[in-house]
């Protein structure tokens, strides 16, 4: 069985984490997993538990920044940053490394950058929450990201299978997620949807 979780059952509309639906759909799971029904986790929500990580730290980072700099510096300029609620608020803050590397780089890509952050960090608290709660069931639960290349690359793809039904064997549940940090949304068609090519 897969049970696909988008960003949209993962979080509320405020972007807060929804507990009740999460802890139902583990609950579920491990049901489903206790009575030896193999089940594969596809789970979304990465980069909404990681924008409000990186919200967080911008704010804590810009207030240490903001002692030791002077008004008039000139070196610093403005970031934008999506807000939970989908609105756009900026921040002052030195140039960064992406700016340097290329300062042609358009808004889009910023954002694109800043959503693959987000992924990175809250990767980390997504899967913190679910083995938290997979454990209060006695479920043992396990990552997969994985990228568009996993697919293409035929050794990737076998090994990815093998991993796959080596857990579910082991009635483990594999959670799988796109590698949203370094494919930063490729893998997907202007509708969203995840393909193979």
Not at 60 to 87: C, Q, T, W, Y
Not at 93 to 98: A, D, G, P, V, W
Not at 117 to 124: I, R, S, T, V
């Amino acid at each position: 069985v897969v049970i696909k979780a988008g960003t949209s059952t993962v979080a509320n509309s405020d972007g807060q984490v929804s507990l009740t639906r999460v802890g139902s759909m583990v609950e579920q799971i491990c049901s489903l997993s206790k009575q030896g029904i193999q089940v594969m986790f596809v789970s979304s929500g990465a980069v909404g538990m990681g924008k409000k990580l990186l919200h967080r730290q911008n704010m804590m980072h810009l207030s240490f920044m903001d002692l030791r700099r002077s008004p008039d510096n000139e070196a610093v300029g403005k970031l934008e940053i999506p807000l939970n609620d989908g609105s756009i608020g900026s921040i002052r803050r030195n140039n960064s490394l992406i700016n340097f590397a290329n300062p042609s780089v358009t808004a889009a890509e910023r954002k694109k950058h800043y959503d693959s952050a987000c992924a990175a960090a809250g990767q980390l608290d997504l899967m913190s929450l679910y083995a938290s709660m997979f454990d209060q069931y006695d479920v043992c639960a396990s990552q997969l990201l994985v990228t568009q290349n996993d697919f293409h690359n035929e050794q990737s793809l076998l090994n990815l299978q093998y991993t796959v039904e080596s857990l579910l064997d082991l009635g483990i549940v594999p959670i799988l997620n796109e590698n949203d940090a370094v494919s930063a949304n490729i893998g997907y068609t202007p509708q969203g949807v995840f393909f193979r090519q």
